[in-house]
Nanobody, 119 residues
Framework: QVQLVESGGGLVQAGGSLRLSCTAS????????VGWYRQAPGKQRELVAS???????KYADSVKGRFTISRDNAKNTIYLQMNSLKPEDTAVYYC?????????????WGQGTQVTVSS
């Protein structure tokens, strides 16, 4: 069973930066897909960034050029570097690991960390 613990959220002014971390209790295979999602009040959870195939990155259009997802396999940790933050980035951010098996995919989630960007 994979457990994910997030940290790094907080309050920041527009234009500032934050780095989110997500550490897994168990080893995360490099082939496992990982990602960051966010959910603002009254809105659906949306995919912000992901890594698949060990190296292929994908970003939501709203964060391209500002956010960077990365992983450190030795530390079993996923990162989200967020630069040039905007008030619309305010949300609870969740890390995710997708463990694909022949019978289906196990989806693991972090507890969420609040990111608040002030004007």
């Amino acid at each position: 069973q994979v457990q994910l613990v997030e940290s790094g959220g907080g309050l920041v002014q527009a234009g500032g930066s934050l780095r989110l971390s997500c550490t897994a209790s168990g080893n995360i295979a490099s082939s496992n897909a990982v990602g960051w999602y966010r959910q603002a009040p009254g809105k659906q959870r949306e995919l912000v960034a992901s890594i698949t195939g060990g190296s292929i990155t994908k970003y939501a259009d709203s964060v391209k050029g500002r956010f960077t997802i990365s992983r450190d396999n030795a530390k079993n940790t996923i990162y989200l570097q967020m630069n040039s933050l905007k008030p619309e980035d305010t949300a609870v951010y969740y890390c995710n690991v997708d463990q694909v098996r022949p019978y289906g995919t196990n989806r693991f989630w972090g507890q969420g960390t609040q990111v608040t960007v002030s004007s």
